[in-house]
Structure formats: C-alpha cells, structure tokens
C-alpha cells in the first residue's frame, strides 16, 4: 500500500466523532463533502440504488445466478481488498480511513461511516456519520460486483443482454481500459503527511506498446472464456473475474490458478568459461515491472558451487523495485523497475573455483521489515517465480 504511516500513532479518537444514527439527510451531507473532494477522494462507485429485480447488491446474490464468475471474483484479490490484514493494519494507524474505504470497499453503499467534514481541513480528522442501511457482509466484500456493474439502477456491461433477472444497461466502459483506471490511475500528495497516494499503473500501460496498440488491461488479467454467464443459460463468450497479478495470496491457497497469468520477468541464462550472463526482461507485463503498490519488489539471486557441491563465492543480488523512504515526508530514492519488454544484462564473474550456478527470482509485495513494523511477520508476502541451475563450461583453467 502505497499509503503507508510509519510511526505508531494512538488511534486519534477523539478526531472520529461518530454522528446520531438515523440521523436525517446523512447520506445528503455526505454526497455533497464528498462532491468537494477531488476525484480520488470520492467513492469511486458513488451511491447506487437497486436495479429492479434485484434483492440487494451483494455479490454473494449475484452469485446465485453468476456462479462461475461470482468463485473466481471470490478468490480474487479484489474480493479481499477488504478483509486484506495488511490494509486494516494500516487503517488502525491513522485518521485516513475514509480516503481507503474510498477504492478498497467503493460504494457508499458498503460504508459503515461517511465523512462529512474535516477538522481544520485536516484528512486525518473526518467527522462521520452512520450510513443506516450499513451491512457488514457487503462491506466485507470489497470490490463487489456493484462496484464495477451497478449504476443509475441498472446492472451494466458490455452486451446489455435482456433479462427477466435484472435490469440491464451496455455501456463502452468494460472492453476499454477505463473501468480499471479509477483506481489504478490515482496520484495524490498530502504535504506535511507520512504517506501519499501513488498508483501510476494506467501511465505506465498509456506509453508502453500495448497501450499504444489498444490493448487494454482485460486483454491480459481477463481470460477469455466461452461458458453459460448465468445458471441455466446459453453459452456465450466473456472473461474470466480473476485478475491475476503477482501471484502473491494473501491467504494461502486462496487466489487464482497458476496458468491464468505468467510472470512478467523474463530470464535467460547463458554460463561462459569466465562469467554468467543472465539476461533479465520485462516479457509480458503491460506496465512497469513491477508495477502498483510502490513497495513491491523483484529479487534476483545467484549462488555457485564447486564440483563438490560446496558453496562458493558471495551470492548475487539483483533487486528490481522502488525505494522510498516514508518519513517525515514520503519520497522516492530510487527506481529501476522495468519498462515493458526492457532488457537487462547481467555479467557475473565467475568464482574461481565454481562449477555451477543456481539462480532463484522472487517477487515481493513488501519487505519483511515493513511486515514486522505492521505485526504482519507471518502473512505471505512473495512467491518464487523462477529457479534455474546449471553447469559452467568444463574448459577452463
Ligand atoms: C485511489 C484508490 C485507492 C485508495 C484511495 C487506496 N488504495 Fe490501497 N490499493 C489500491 C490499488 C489499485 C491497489 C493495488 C496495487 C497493487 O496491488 O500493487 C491497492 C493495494 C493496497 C494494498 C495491498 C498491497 C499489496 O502489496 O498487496 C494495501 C495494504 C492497501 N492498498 C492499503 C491502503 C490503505 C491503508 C489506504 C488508505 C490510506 C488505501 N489503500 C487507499 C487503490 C487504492
Ligand atoms: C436471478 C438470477 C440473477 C441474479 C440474482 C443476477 N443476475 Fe445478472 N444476469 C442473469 C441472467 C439470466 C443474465 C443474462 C444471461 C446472459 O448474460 O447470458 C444476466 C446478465 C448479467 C450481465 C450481463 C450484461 C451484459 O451487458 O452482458 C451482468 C454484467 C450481470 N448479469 C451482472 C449481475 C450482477 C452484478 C448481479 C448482482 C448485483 C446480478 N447480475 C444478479 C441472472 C441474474
Ligand atoms: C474500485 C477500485 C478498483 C477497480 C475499479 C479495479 N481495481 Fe484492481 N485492485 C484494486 C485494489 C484496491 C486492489 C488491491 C487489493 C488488495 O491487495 O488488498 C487491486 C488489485 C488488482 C490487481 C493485483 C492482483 C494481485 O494480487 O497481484 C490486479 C492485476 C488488478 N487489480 C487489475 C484490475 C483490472 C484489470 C481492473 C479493470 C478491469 C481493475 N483492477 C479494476 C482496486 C480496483
Ligand atoms: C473490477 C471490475 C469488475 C468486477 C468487480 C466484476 N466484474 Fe463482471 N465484468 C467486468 C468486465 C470488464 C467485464 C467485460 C468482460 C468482457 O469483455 O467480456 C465483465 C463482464 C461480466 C459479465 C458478462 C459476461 C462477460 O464475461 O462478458 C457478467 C455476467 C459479470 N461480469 C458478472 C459479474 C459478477 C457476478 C461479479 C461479482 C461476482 C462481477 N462481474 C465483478 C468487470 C468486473
Ligand atoms: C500485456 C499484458 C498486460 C497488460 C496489457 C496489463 N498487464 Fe498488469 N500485469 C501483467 C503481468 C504479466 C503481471 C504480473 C507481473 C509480475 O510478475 O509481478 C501484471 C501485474 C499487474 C499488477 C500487480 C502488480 C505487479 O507488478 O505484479 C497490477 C495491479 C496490474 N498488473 C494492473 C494492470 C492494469 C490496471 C492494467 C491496464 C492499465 C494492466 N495491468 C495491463 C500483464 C499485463
């Protein structure tokens, strides 16, 4: 989380003055604060009300007619982008929760509270008022269904297909890049703030030769499929609700199969009688590598062993990422992520007495520090994504 606060602040309470219940005109005086903020700071899926023929907006009841798609949304990470122990570990540590809530849970709808005024102007310090239809399970449910389909009472996409189900609306927005830039396109700095909000993903893709080529990001995190889109109806072709990106699950064992999406590194290895070339590339991301949260991190490392299979020699290390530093004001120090289908070679000497080598690259979301200072230690952070060994050349010396 890009938005992050790096020093262990009581829980300002007495900032957080929650407002009678029920009280009238709450969801008024929250649309119209939320109206002076500027497009980050607002609910990025509004209020909605309920198409006809709808119980309510829940994913859950849209997966009793959505099966298939409602167990990939439910294993994907945008259906945890809620109950996520990383996001709520930061939450509890300071006043800025509204702005979260704003992409992670973001309908008004879902909120236990809006904002509807600042103390001083000051983002830390909302007031809030209950939201009297809240219902914890919708809350809990991230970025829901609604949230990408529901607007001005009909259930939106990209065909309009006539239903008894619902009410239903074509809208250009699901085939093109847009529908996911709201939230991955956001950039905001709060001076004298410890953290800040900087998503750049939709830049990135803008520059890079599939977004000059039209290639928006379903075409990659969207698998198309042909299959029967609600229970008991014809087969037609859509996409896949998975989303798949690095690959790092929060929970373990609870994301989308591994064959929806590859790595975006690129490794080629090549052993010559004196050195290691290892040839490093940004092969399929659509973006930076990597791209998103700015914590998140490649590591590349290299061991050698004799012909005893001892180890020899220092390891290796390549980090590919950004680095920051968050206090007293967020600032980038560095940053040599890849650009889309960049190249980068790597000569590494070879130690006097080695044999063979072992390269092994892993993706990271956060370092164990930044895990540690949350109480995170044991929640999943990185995944392998190569393991490589091999022999050098027995012709030397
Ligand atoms: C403008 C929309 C937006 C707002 C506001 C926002 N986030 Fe996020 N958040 C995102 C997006 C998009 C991602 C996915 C980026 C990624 O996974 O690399 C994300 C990812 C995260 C993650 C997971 C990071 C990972 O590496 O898996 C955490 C934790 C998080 N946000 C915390 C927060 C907190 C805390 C706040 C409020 C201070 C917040 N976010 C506000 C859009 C937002
Ligand atoms: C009672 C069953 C039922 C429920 C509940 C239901 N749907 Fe549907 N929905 C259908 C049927 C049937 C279709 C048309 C079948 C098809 O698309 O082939 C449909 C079509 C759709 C479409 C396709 C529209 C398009 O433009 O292609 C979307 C999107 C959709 N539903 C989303 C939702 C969402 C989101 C919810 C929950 C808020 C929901 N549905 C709840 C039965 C249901
Ligand atoms: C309402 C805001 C919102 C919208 C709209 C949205 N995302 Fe996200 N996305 C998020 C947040 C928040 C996260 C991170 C959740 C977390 O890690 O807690 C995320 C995570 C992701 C990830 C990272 C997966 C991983 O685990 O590494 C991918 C990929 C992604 N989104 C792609 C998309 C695409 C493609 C679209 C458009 C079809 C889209 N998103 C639309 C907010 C959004
Ligand atoms: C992050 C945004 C996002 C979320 C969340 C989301 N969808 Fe979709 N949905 C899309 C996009 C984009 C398409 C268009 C895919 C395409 O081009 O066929 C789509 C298409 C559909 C379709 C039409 C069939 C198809 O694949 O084209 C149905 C039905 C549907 N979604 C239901 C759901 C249900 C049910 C949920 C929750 C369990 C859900 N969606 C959550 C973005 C989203
Ligand atoms: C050409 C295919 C492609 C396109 C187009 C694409 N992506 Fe990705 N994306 C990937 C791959 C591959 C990864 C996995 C990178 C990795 O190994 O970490 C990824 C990873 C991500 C991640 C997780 C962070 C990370 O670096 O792993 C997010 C968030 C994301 N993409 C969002 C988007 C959004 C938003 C768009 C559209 C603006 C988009 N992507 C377009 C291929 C693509």
């Given at each position: 989380?890009?938005?992050?606060?790096a020093?262990?602040?009581?829980?300002a309470?007495?900032c957080?003055?929650?407002?009678?219940?029920?009280?009238?005109?709450n969801?008024?005086r929250?649309?119209?604060f939320?109206?002076?903020r500027?497009?980050?700071?607002?609910?990025?899926?509004?209020?909605?009300?309920?198409?006809?023929?709808?119980?309510d907006?829940?994913?859950?009841?849209c997966?009793e007619c959505?099966s298939?798609?409602?167990?990939?949304?439910?294993?994907?990470?945008?259906g945890?982008?809620?109950t996520?122990?990383?996001?709520?570990?930061?939450?509890?540590k300071?006043?800025?929760r509204?702005?979260?809530n704003?992409?992670?849970?973001p309908?008004?709808n879902?909120?236990e509270?809006?904002?509807?005024e600042?103390?001083d102007g000051d983002v830390e310090?909302?007031l809030?008022v209950?939201n009297p239809?809240?219902d914890s399970?919708?809350?809990?449910e991230g970025?829901?269904?609604a949230a990408?389909?529901?607007?001005d009472g009909?259930?939106?996409?990209p065909t309009g297909i006539q239903?008894?189900a619902?009410?239903?609306r074509?809208?250009?927005?699901?085939?093109?890049?847009?529908?996911c830039?709201t939230?991955h396109q956001a950039v905001?700095?709060?001076?004298?703030k410890?953290?800040?909000c900087?998503f750049e993903?939709g830049?990135?893709w803008?520059?890079?030769?599939?977004?000059?080529?039209g290639q928006?990001c379903?075409s990659c995190?969207?698998q198309?499929?042909?299959?029967?889109?609600?229970?008991?109806?014809?087969p037609?072709?859509?996409r896949?609700?998975?989303?798949?990106g690095?690959?790092?699950?929060?929970?373990?064992g609870?994301g989308p199969?591994v064959d929806?999406?590859g790595?975006?590194?690129g490794v080629?290895v090549?052993?010559t009688?004196?050195e290691?070339?290892v040839?490093?590339?940004n092969s399929a991301?659509?973006?930076?590598?990597?791209?998103?949260d700015?914590?998140?991190f490649?590591?590349v490392?290299v061991?050698?062993?004799?012909?005893?299979k001892?180890?020899v020699?220092?390891t290796?290390?390549e980090?590919?990422?950004?680095t920051?530093e968050?206090?007293?004001?967020?600032r980038?120090?560095?940053?040599?992520?890849?650009?889309?289908?960049?190249?980068r070679?790597?000569?590494i000497?070879?130690?006097?007495?080695?044999?063979?080598?072992?390269?092994?690259?892993?993706s990271?979301?956060?370092?164990?520090?930044a895990?540690?200072?949350?109480?995170?230690a044991?929640?999943p952070s990185?995944?392998?994504t190569h393991e490589r060994?091999?022999?050098f050349?027995?012709d030397?010396?």
């Amino acid at each position: 989380m890009m938005w992050r606060v790096a020093v262990l602040w009581a829980f300002a309470a007495a900032c957080l003055s929650i407002g009678a219940a029920q009280e009238p005109g709450n969801l008024e005086r929250a649309l119209a604060f939320y109206r002076t903020r500027p497009r980050v700071e607002r609910p990025q899926a509004g209020w909605q009300r309920l198409p006809d023929g709808l119980r309510d907006l829940r994913a859950a009841t849209c997966g009793e007619c959505h099966s298939a798609i409602y167990d990939e949304w439910l294993v994907s990470t945008h259906g945890q982008a809620w109950t996520d122990r990383q996001l709520q570990s930061e939450m509890a540590k300071s006043g800025n929760r509204w702005l979260c809530n704003n992409c992670h849970t973001p309908l008004l709808n879902q909120m236990e509270v809006w904002a509807v005024e600042l103390s001083d102007g000051d983002v830390e310090k909302p007031l809030y008022v209950e939201n009297p239809v809240f219902d914890s399970a919708f809350r809990d449910e991230g970025i829901t269904c609604a949230a990408c389909h529901v607007r001005d009472g009909a259930v939106e996409g990209p065909t309009g297909i006539q239903t008894k189900a619902h009410a239903t609306r074509k809208t250009e927005r699901f085939t093109e890049e847009v529908i996911c830039l709201t939230c991955h396109q956001a950039v905001r700095n709060y001076p004298g703030k410890d953290f800040i909000c900087i998503f750049e993903t939709g830049a990135e893709w803008r520059e890079s030769p599939y977004g000059q080529a039209g290639q928006p990001c379903q075409s990659c995190h969207m698998q198309p499929v042909t299959r029967p889109q609600a229970i008991g109806e014809a087969p037609r072709s859509g996409r896949r609700h998975y989303w798949p990106g690095a690959g790092i699950f929060k929970v373990e064992g609870l994301g989308p199969p591994v064959d929806q999406l590859g790595a975006g590194l690129g490794v080629e290895v090549e052993a010559t009688s004196d050195e290691l070339v290892v040839r490093l590339s940004n092969s399929a991301a659509g973006h930076l590598l990597p791209t998103g949260d700015p914590e998140r991190f490649i590591l590349v490392e290299v061991d050698f062993s004799d012909s005893q299979k001892r180890a020899v020699g220092e390891t290796y290390r390549e980090r590919i990422g950004q680095t920051w530093e968050w206090w007293p004001v967020p600032r980038k120090l560095a940053d040599d992520r890849l650009a889309p289908l960049e190249v980068r070679e790597l000569r590494i000497p070879r130690p006097e007495t080695a044999a063979a080598w072992t390269l092994v690259a892993t993706s990271h979301r956060i370092s164990a520090e930044a895990l540690e200072f949350h109480d995170l230690a044991d929640y999943p952070s990185s995944r392998v994504t190569h393991e490589r060994m091999g022999d050098f050349p027995t012709d030397r010396r």
